[in-house]
Every structure is written in C-alpha cells, then in structure tokens.
C-alpha cells in the first residue's frame, strides 16, 4: 500500500515566524510530488508543484529528497491567513490511481 | 472558465435512497476523480476515469457507482445511501493522471 504521512500537528506558531512541515512517502517510484492548502469546510487547492531541484514561491519553499523519501513545505514571515491545513500529494508510481494524499498538518498561526 | 464544479452543495437523504451527484469540468481535463473525505480519515479515492469511457475503481469504490460518456462529465451515484456514507465528496480533474488535480467546491452529504 502506498503511504504518505505527515505530522498531523496542530503546529502553533506566532505571526511572523518560519514553520516547516515535513512529508515522507512509501513509493520509491513515485513521479509527482505537491502541497496543497485546505481551508476549513473548503476543497484543496494546490499551494505549489515539488521538483527535484526545488521550488520557491515566495514565502513558500518546498523540497525533494527522493534518496530519503520525503518532501518538505518551508513557509518564512509566516501570516495569519497562513492558517490552514496543509497536504502532501505523491502521485504516480504506479496506476492511474497513484494519487495520494497525506491527511494534512494543522497550521495556527497566532497574532 | 468555471473550472470544476459540483452539485449540490449540500444534500441529506435515508437510508436506502439513491442520488446521483454531479461533476463538471470546463477545461478539457482527460482525468477525473472522486473523493470523499471524513475526519481523521484524510482523502480516499472512491472512482476514477482517464478519459470518456473509461473508469477504474480506487480505495473505496463499493457503494458507488461513476460513468464517462463525455469528457466533461462525471457524475457519481449512489445506489442505496447508508449512514457510513455521510461524508464530503469532492470532485477533481487534471490534464493526466500525473498533474496536479483541480478540486470542485465539494458536496456536503448526510445519510440519515
């Protein structure tokens, strides 16, 4: 069975701060790797693709490391409406039906 | 674009009723999926399909059952609701089955 586990949290985490998730799958073979954010009672919505050279977006920096199996979400001058549950996605490595989810780490960031 | 949407929004049904929720895509998507997502429980695919005519089950398939006639739609039934089928069912759709998958806004299902 394909795995995806992160740390449910809640992470607490003063305005202002740096807050890092971290994310390990199962599948060696897998191709694809995002984040996502869920708001509450809302649908996903992709925060950023994970390559394996990395990937920045402002704020948000996320990484790849295929030798140890796990990705990473680094958020810097963290926000309030950073506040969110966060996703790991792996995807591929297998059928169609590759796609899979993490069950998200719980961010609160506090004024 | 409308992207991916959904309906309805909310529905509550007995035990044993059937329903059909919806699914829409306007962006040309050849793959598309169904969630559903519980507390504690995180995502699980219910169906999938590659493209029209196609469909696979995934995690959770039994209770539901999904069709592709186009590549626009695909809607998910529910054949007679049980209680363990109260949940919030999200549609999504990407390019390939390797992309990134846009999400619907979700329907809200209760099963009395």
């Known amino acids: 069975r394909k795995e995806v586990e992160q740390d449910p949290g809640p992470f607490n985490v003063p305005e202002g701060a740096t807050v890092a998730f971290n994310c390990t799958y199962s599948n060696s073979a897998s191709q694809s790797f995002f984040w996502y954010r869920q708001d509450c009672r809302k649908e996903p919505k992709l925060l950023m693709s994970v390559y394996s050279s990395g990937n920045e977006d402002g704020r948000f920096t996320a990484q790849l490391n295929r030798a140890s199996q796990y990705i990473s979400l680094l958020i810097r001058d963290s926000k309030l409406s950073d506040s969110a549950t966060y996703l790991c996605?792996?995807?591929?490595?297998?059928?169609?039906?590759?796609?899979?989810f993490g069950k998200g780490t719980h961010l609160i960031i506090q004024p | 674009n409308a992207g991916v949407t959904q309906t309805p929004k909310f529905q509550v049904l007995k035990t044993g009723q059937s329903m059909t929720l919806q699914c829409a895509q306007d962006m040309n998507h050849e793959y598309m999926s169904w969630y559903r997502q519980d507390p504690g429980m995180g995502l699980r695919l219910i169906h999938y399909s590659v493209g029209a005519g196609i469909t696979d089950q995934g995690e959770v398939p039994n209770g539901y059952n999904v069709s592709r006639s186009t590549t626009e739609d695909f809607p998910l039934r529910l054949l007679s609701a049980a209680p363990s089928q109260t949940s919030v069912y999200f549609c999504?759709?990407?390019?390939?089955?390797?992309?990134?998958?846009?999400f619907g806004p979700g329907t809200r299902l209760t099963v009395l």
């Open positions: 996605v792996v995807n591929g490595g297998g059928g169609a039906d590759g796609l899979t």
């Open positions: 999504a759709s990407s390019y390939r089955f390797i992309n990134e998958q846009f």
